[in-house]
């Protein structure tokens, strides 16, 4: 079955330093990978889209200079949270496809905690 | 920009009660609509999905879709303590490419 392995699950950094974390896809080829954060207030923001073959796409309030993503290949993906201040905080949720129009599967996130 | 909205915000069900729970979206061109189901530490998972008008059961579970007023649902029948969980509705757009853009949630508890 087609499972999304995410790492690490939890994270705890100082405010304004970076941390990266891993998206990895088992079972499928993963031409999209979405970033998106559940926060309390704001469940479920899109962060940035990556398909095999075309740009990066980030949504609105988010940049490449804060969340640089790579989707190197068909199953592994990163992105770095720079210079994390509190309202970075959340669970962060990688969601892969393989084929157009198919099930998104998701890993269980890794949950970013700044002191 | 899509904008997708889910209501209620929270729900508390007896057991074997329906449990109705809503989705509105904005971009009358949207396609593609899912139903994602998240139990407390776990991953989001797809629950069911329907691309036309109309409805679609599985089991207990039932989607309704009307793109003309913009709006689908999901009802649970029978509903169990299992069924507790957040649910999501995620709405792909025509022109958005493999974006799917999710609601807020609306979190149900369904008690014994």
């Known amino acids: 079955g087609a499972l999304v392995y995410q790492y690490p699950r939890r994270t705890i950094c100082k405010s304004g330093t970076s941390m990266r974390m891993e998206c990895q896809a088992v079972?499928?080829?993963?031409?999209?990978v979405a970033w998106y954060r559940q926060s309390p207030q704001k469940t479920f923001e899109l962060i940035a889209l990556?398909?095999?073959?075309?740009?990066?796409?980030?949504e609105q309030n988010f940049t490449q200079e804060k969340f640089p993503i790579s989707h190197p290949n068909l199953s592994f993906s990163s992105m770095t949270v720079l210079n994390a201040y509190l309202e970075d905080r959340g669970l962060y949720l990688c969601?892969?496809?393989?084929?157009?129009?198919?099930?998104?599967?998701f890993g269980k996130g890794t949950r970013l905690t700044v002191v | 920009q899509q904008n997708v909205q889910q209501s209620p915000e929270s729900l508390i069900v007896p057991e074997g009660a329906r449990t109705s729970l809503n989705c509105t979206f904005s971009?009358?061109?949207?396609?593609y609509f899912w139903w994602y189901r998240q139990h407390s530490g776990k991953a989001p998972k797809a629950l069911m999905?329907?691309?036309?008008?109309g409805e679609k059961e599985e089991g207990r579970f039932t989607i309704h879709l009307n793109k003309a007023s913009l709006h689908f649902s999901l009802h649970i029948r029978d509903s169990q303590p299992s069924d507790s969980a957040l649910y999501l509705c995620?709405?792909?757009?025509?022109?958005?490419?493999?974006?799917?853009?999710f609601g807020i949630g609306t979190r149900v508890l369904v008690r014994p």
């Open positions: 999905s329907i691309f036309s008008n």
């Open positions: 079972g499928f080829q993963a031409t999209s």
């Open positions: 990556s398909t095999v073959n075309s740009a990066i796409k980030y």
């Open positions: 969601g892969a496809r393989g084929q157009a129009n198919t099930e998104v599967f």
């Open positions: 995620a709405v792909r757009g025509y022109s958005a490419g493999n974006k799917l853009t």
């Open positions: 971009d009358s061109a949207s396609q």
